[in-house]
């Protein structure tokens, strides 16, 4: 397995657990794999970033501009702030959640409208879902990240097992069962525009 | 086995594998998880000292003891500690000693982006630099090595992406090493002129000898590919460097500090360009330099940020990656919902207060729309600004002058700032945000929460109790929720002369997650108040009302304080 992961979001919104499993992944699949996290400051509420690199041998831990096969976003500003990270014909898997940023909040600014076209234009694919419904659903509103991680297996072709595995691997046991919930429903729920 | 681990926790394992038996620290982001994942370990005494003086002074003790010890801290936690440092390279070591300094270049998290590599060439302390995970458990573990062979303390140097990114390391076991006879030697542990006059000539000697020796460590390691260019470098950099220029020929420096001088000059005869590429000064380009090593370095990368795959292909190979450039609304750290802090720094602004305030989470009052904050320095600060303001210009700037800091910052180096103020006749006011943890670095105990790092129950030191003592006039407890009783207290404590605190106590919003229903909103009129509270759960609509996000909603209630038309509601339980 081979594949630069952008996974992007905001602070809470657990692209910590997503990476792990993806490095619990790599673990399973014997590959040489390298993750780079954000702690500290950069966490509260604010734009964050995390760098996960699968590959026979990974040097770097950081994906760089126009290196990232897939961009993991957890929210659509964020998506389209990291477009640049995205190679030439690369996907974008996107949560269409909307967490406004303050200057929205405060209306300095306006949040933009049309970024599921600007990814299109700039993606070579965009699978685009509502996380946030599909993990109200399970019933666990938390669940979003897991839920996006499932869509995003399903797009690099990983069997469900296999996935399922890293969860178990990664999550707490007894986050396990609801966890396993929203990855099958992100598993199965790809809906490509 | 192969196991995915964190720059940090590779460093803890290494010091566990190592034999080691005291580690204190005070957690700074990114040196954080080091002391919390040894403090999992069972044989190893882990602790969390106030500050990083002391944090060092424990290391020390447990070192002349006869133990091996770490002590742990962000860079701008070498220049709190600095003072034991410089004279325990010295006394040097019993029991083996690593410092482990976490630098953060781009500051990520940090006031400034100082190069820890300076302290090791001008305290005389080797420095490691691991560039991976499976490093950083190696390099520590030979740390303690030559922490003993060579009878100094030594540095363990990471940068944020380091000690933040995951890569693979091989568990070993811990090697059980006794504890050293401690005797009684006053001409190496008591350092004052007469035995210090002999140990400067020791830490000179012993100087000489490791640098002599560094070109033969396989840890600095030359991997000869083409011939036109030769890079030196070290750390993460590494990887930057062997991914962005496969053919270069490469010297990669395991020890910063002392360089491997004849080493770098073998290397350099060559190769026929020699770069340097390091993050930050130019510390290693300007020793080889000064050696009369030709070289380049700091001409061609800038010393502000971080390096990258990207950057160096663009300065050396030319490529430079398409970039779109993007106006979009930007996504600053924020306080959290819920946070006690943001009705505290509402009522500054509103009392249009001059803010000295500190390094935490509440830094971000000085983030719009609260924008309450006139000044951040560093670990303490907040206490001394606010004295120096007044005796600056009077009693009328300390009228309408507070001093802000949380709880942790306020015990690692607030209380002599305090008593600064009461022995030099101050009137000034502080207030001590007190939300029962270390915030930022997530949620660490200090010597007020009544837990320790092992999470074992300890004494609550009684902040207020404190204050009394140490004669301040007035000392006051208020609920950071409670906005009326904030705004009276700040204007009773600015108005009083002698020196005001003013406890403003509520635990973090995000520990205890039992949380009131969501705020509601009906009949909203549009004034615009409730906005200036900058909390990320209550969003403008197009049309000017507030709707409040009840899934980021933590029902705190300050928004239903603020609002003047009674519009927002507190969820009923």
């Given amino acids: 397995m081979k594949a630069n992961i952008l996974i992007v979001g905001v602070g809470g919104q657990g692209t910590l657990l997503a990476s792990r499993v993806l490095g619990a992944l790599a673990e399973i699949e014997g590959s040489d794999c390298k993750l780079s996290e954000v702690h500290g400051m950069s966490q509260r509420g604010g734009s964050v970033v995390t760098h996960v690199k699968i590959a026979p041998e990974v040097m770097s831990p950081i994906v760089g501009v126009g290196d990232a096969d897939v961009i993991l976003a957890f929210e659509e500003l964020e998506a389209l702030r990291y477009i640049n990270y995205l190679k030439k014909g690369g996907t974008v898997v996107v949560n269409t959640q909307r967490i406004l940023p303050m200057p929205v909040i405060t209306g300095a600014r306006s949040y933009p409208e049309d970024i599921l076209d600007e990814l299109n234009g700039a993606a070579g694919k965009v699978i685009a879902l509502d996380a946030l419904a599909i993990a109200e659903k399970v019933g666990e509103l938390r669940s979003v990240n897991v839920v996006m991680l499932g869509a995003l297996a399903a797009h690099l072709g990983v069997p469900f097992e296999k996935i399922d595995a890293a969860l178990k691997a990664a999550v707490k046991p007894k986050l396990y069962d609801i966890n396993r919930r929203a990855l099958e429903c992100g598993y199965n729920a790809r809906e490509d525009i | ?573």
């Fill in chain 2, 1 to 573: 086995m192969k196991k995915l681990m964190l720059g940090n926790e590779a460093i803890a394992r290494g010091a566990y594998e190592a034999g080691v038996r005291v580690v204190s620290a005070y957690p700074g982001t990114p040196s954080t998880e080091v002391s919390e994942c040894i403090a999992k370990y069972d044989e190893v005494y882990a602790e969390w000292a106030p500050n990083e003086k002391v944090a060092c002074e424990v290391a020390v003790g447990a070192s002349y003891a006869g133990a091996r010890s770490m002590v742990c801290m962000k860079h701008v936690g070498v220049n709190v500690a600095a003072d034991p440092i410089f004279t325990a390279a010295y006394t040097g070591v019993n029991g083996g000693m690593v410092i482990l300094a976490a630098d953060d270049p781009g500051m990520h998290s940090s006031q400034n982006e100082q190069d820890t590599r300076f302290y090791a060439r001008s305290a005389h302390i080797p420095m490691l630099e691991p560039a991976d995970s499976a490093e950083a458990k190696e390099f520590t573990k030979l740390a303690f090595a030559l922490s003993e062979e060579y009878d100094t303390p030594v540095f363990v140097r990471t940068t944020t992406r380091l000690a933040h990114s995951q890569s693979f390391v091989e568990e070993a076991p811990r090697e059980e090493v006794p504890l050293r006879p401690y005797v009684k030697d006053v001409s190496k542990y008591t350092m004052m002129p007469s035995s210090a006059i002999g140990r400067h000539v020791a830490v000179e000697a012993r100087e000489d000898r490791l640098a002599a020796d560094v070109n033969g460590f396989d840890i600095n390691r030359e991997e000869m590919r083409g011939t036109e260019t030769g890079i030196i470098c070290s750390g993460v950099v590494y990887q930057y460097v062997r991914e962005a220029l496969p053919d270069a020929s490469v010297l990669k420096l395991g020890i910063v500090y002392p360089l491997a001088l004849e080493k770098a000059r073998a290397f350099a005869k060559k190769v026929k360009r020699l770069i340097v590429v390091e993050e930050l000064e130019p510390f290693i380009e300007n020793q080889l330099k000064a050696h009369g090593i030709p070289c380049e370095g700091k001409s061609i990368f800038s010393k502000q940020g971080e390096l990258s795959v990207a950057l160096i292909r663009e300065k050396l190979l030319g490529v430079k990656a398409e970039e779109r450039k993007l106006d979009l609304p930007v996504r600053p750290p924020v306080m959290c919902a819920g946070c006690p802090h943001r009705g505290v720094f509402y009522i500054l602004g509103k009392l249009k207060l001059t803010v000295s305030a500190d390094i935490g989470c509440y830094t971000l009052g000085a983030q719009p729309p609260l924008a309450a904050v006139d000044t951040v320095l560093c670990m303490g600060a907040s206490v001394g600004i606010a004295h120096g303001f007044e005796k600056a210009r009077g009693r009328e700037q300390s009228e309408h002058t507070v001093a802000v800091i949380g709880d942790s910052t306020f015990i690692h180096s607030g209380i002599t700032g305090i008593i600064n103020a009461v022995y030099n006749k101050s009137n000034i006011t502080l207030i001590i945000l007190d939300n029962s943890t270390t915030g930022m670095t997530g949620h660490q105990q200090h010597p007020a929460t009544g837990l320790t790092l092992k999470q074992e129950p300890a004494k609550i030191l009684d902040i207020v109790a404190l204050c009394k003592t140490v004669g301040c006039d007035s000392v006051r407890v208020v609920d950071s929720y409670d906005l009326a009783e904030v705004e009276k207290a700040v204007k009773e404590e600015v108005a009083r002369d002698g020196v005001s605190v003013i406890v403003a106590k509520r635990p973090c919003a995000l520990l205890d997650r039992h949380y009131p229903p969501a705020c509601t909103v009906e009949d909203c009129r549009k004034c615009g108040m409730c906005f200036r509270l900058g909390c990320p759960a209550i969003e403008k609509q197009a049309d000017g009302s507030a709707r409040i996000n009840a899934s980021l909603c933590v029902g705190c209630g300050l928004c239903a304080k603020v609002c003047r038309f009674g519009a927002i509601k507190e969820g009923k339980r």
